[in-house]
């Protein structure tokens, strides 16, 4: 079965750094565009980073300059490096993955698989 697990999430002072990691097992990276997406309260989910199979990354407007998104392969771990966080990050962080060799600007909705989600607070 496939299964991708966050943790990292938490709360943080403005200007402050987090780093989630999300696990991932029963499948391999190849040929799958993984990414990040969030959704606040009352919001609608916004897909913030991708990454495809060759490592080639893509970000929202929102976040670009800030947040990092990478994988180590050999540890099936996707991250997502968030620096100079804000108030307006505050939400729920979900890893996702779908069997895609397009990876830009890919819509939350379409991917196949997703972790439970991780909760990050910024004060």
């Known amino acids: 079965d496939v299964q991708l697990v966050e943790s990292g999430g938490g709360s943080v002072q403005a200007g402050g750094s987090l780093r989630l990691s999300c696990t991932v097992s029963?499948?391999?990276?190849?040929?799958?565009?993984m990414g990040w997406f969030r959704q606040a309260p009352g919001e609608l989910r916004e897909g913030i980073a991708t990454?495809?199979?060759?490592?080639?990354?893509d970000y929202a407007d929102s976040v670009k300059g800030r947040f990092t998104i990478s994988k180590d392969n050999a540890k099936n771990t996707l991250y997502l490096q968030m620096n100079t966080l804000k108030p307006e990050d505050t939400a729920a962080y979900f890893c996702?993955?779908?069997?895609?060799?397009?990876?830009?600007?890919?819509?939350?909705?379409?991917?196949?698989?997703r972790g439970q989600g991780t909760q990050v607070t910024v004060s």
């Open positions: 996702a993955a779908v069997a895609s060799v397009v990876c830009y600007s890919m819509p939350p909705d379409e991917y196949t698989y």
């Open positions: 990454i495809d199979s060759n490592g080639a990354t």
């Open positions: 029963g499948f391999t990276y190849s040929g799958y565009c």
